[in-house]
């Protein structure tokens, strides 16, 4: 696999993102997360820029679906990482622009929807796992190889791909080695972490590597 960096701040990623003993060539994760709460101080709400969704069974929320960087989806999901939320298919909160009538849903699709700055009129709390999936009809995302993987694209495991009917979906963050990767994730019983997850093991659960049509960056 291609090693993949992006040069930051060391002083701009806390602590508490650190992924301790983890080996990794790649220079983008270090055994970090790639970015802390430092980095989303001040959040603004970013104003559309374009969108890639034309499809008249579901209303867009105007303000977001934007085209957005990879540094950003993962500003967004460390806001949350450095302030943990319980995990919660019933329960919202506000993502890092503080704005008390933007919520997103705590569970795992809720999260990566509010990564990546994804809703509509169906559900303005996030996407569902089955509906991030480029078979869920909103047309978000498009299947990648896994050697092109790169921080800010996901996992998805949908319900209907799991032995228990239970889909999931992880952001990816980098490769921690060439055998796991470093994933952020809100998920049960846990709620916001970052980690290392196998990728052999997760192929092998059905998880598939994708990448939202709007991110941007390498």
């Not at 579901?58 to 989806?73: D, F, L, P, T």
């Not at 994804?118 to 050697?147: C, F, K, M, Q, W």
Request: with cysteine; proline share 6%.
């Amino acid at each position: 696999m291609t090693d993949q960096h992006i040069t930051l701040d060391p002083d701009a990623i806390p602590a508490t993102t650190a992924q301790s003993g983890a080996t990794t060539r790649r220079g983008l994760f270090r055994r970090a997360g790639l970015v802390g709460a430092a980095a989303v101080a001040g959040f603004a709400a970013p104003a559309v820029i374009g969108t890639a969704f034309p499809q008249p069974a579901h209303a867009w929320v105007s303000g977001w679906n934007y085209r957005i960087s990879r540094q950003e989806v993962l500003n967004r999901a460390f806001s949350w990482v450095n302030n943990p939320r319980a995990y919660s298919m019933t329960s919202s909160s506000m993502g890092p622009e503080q704005m008390s009538n933007v919520l997103w849903r705590q569970d795992c699709s809720g999260f990566v929807s509010m990564a990546l700055g994804i809703r509509h009129s169906d559900n303005p709390t996030g996407l569902t796992t089955e509906t991030l999936h480029p078979d869920g009809g909103y047309g978000i995302s498009s299947s990648v190889a896994a050697s092109s993987l790169l921080p800010g694209d996901f996992l998805v495991r949908k319900n209907a791909d799991s032995a228990n009917d239970i889909g999931h979906v992880v952001l990816f963050n980098g490769w921690a080695s060439d055998t796991t990767y470093y994933a952020v994730e809100q998920m049960y019983p846990d709620g916001t972490v970052s980690r290392t997850r196998t990728y052999s093991a997760d192929i092998n659960a059905y998880y598939r590597p994708f990448r939202y049509v709007n991110i941007y960056g390498s």
